[in-house]
T-cell receptor, first 112, second 115 residues
């Protein structure tokens, strides 16, 4: 079956450090991957996406890396700030479907 | 900045009662979705809707669930006879176009508590 999961349920980092959040997926048919941020009491918020024909994509302070060989996705946040504290979900989608399959989430805690 | 709005923010209901959750997607969006998140768990897809019909649904979306776009702005999720396990946060989302982007715009959710 298909599944998307996360290696670490909680990640604590010091303000200013870089954060790396990991995600594993098992559906080889997935061709599109997204990272969402969810703050307490709010809906998921899009951060960055990547297609399966790419292995790296950069945004503002964030980078997503895709390793299709081992079916692994990561989100790197540079110079982590207190406002980055949230739960981060990876999600995948196959080319022939409209639904997103979310991972279980990693809580990022940023301390001063 | 345009946003997806959902009402109510929280609804408490008795088991067996009907519930309607309402959403106003972003005005120029064409694709609409409902997802749910049981407390402490991951976000799960329920249904997608385009051109006034369901385009895809999950196994969770059984006969107790229905969706409707009664007018040009609202998108509703109805649960006919709620069960305890329907307690969750329900998120509406919209997208201007399918397939090329996963940048779904999510609302802030409606928390449903079934007693």
């Amino acid at each position: 079956g298909e599944s998307v999961g996360l290696h670490l349920p909680t990640l604590s980092v010091q303000e200013g450090d870089n954060s790396i959040i990991n995600c594993a997926y098992s559906n080889s048919a997935s061709d599109y991957f997204i990272w969402y941020k969810q703050e307490s009491g709010k809906g998921p918020q899009f951060i960055i996406d990547i297609r399966s024909n790419m292995d790296k994509r950069q945004g503002q302070r964030v980078t997503v890396l895709l390793n299709k060989t081992v079916k692994h996705l990561s989100l790197q946040i540079a110079a982590t700030q207190p406002g980055d504290s949230a739960v981060y979900f990876c999600a995948e989608r196959s080319y022939n479907t409209d639904k997103l399959i979310f991972g279980t989430g990693t809580r990022l805690q940023v301390f001063p | 900045e345009p946003e997806v709005t959902q009402t109510p923010s929280h609804q408490v209901t008795q088991m067996g009662q009907e519930v309607i959750l309402r959403c106003v997607p972003i005005s120029n969006h064409l694709y609409f979705y409902w997802y749910r998140q049981i407390l402490g768990q991951k976000v799960e897809f329920l249904v997608s809707f385009y051109n006034n019909e369901i385009s895809e649904k999950s196994e969770i979306f059984d006969d107790q669930f229905s969706v409707e776009r009664p007018d040009g702005s609202n998108f509703t999720l109805k649960i006919r006879s709620t069960k305890l396990e329907d307690s969750a946060m329900y998120f509406c989302a919209s997208n201007p176009k399918r397939g090329t982007t996963g940048e779904l715009f999510f609302g802030e959710g409606s928390r449903l508590t079934v007693l």
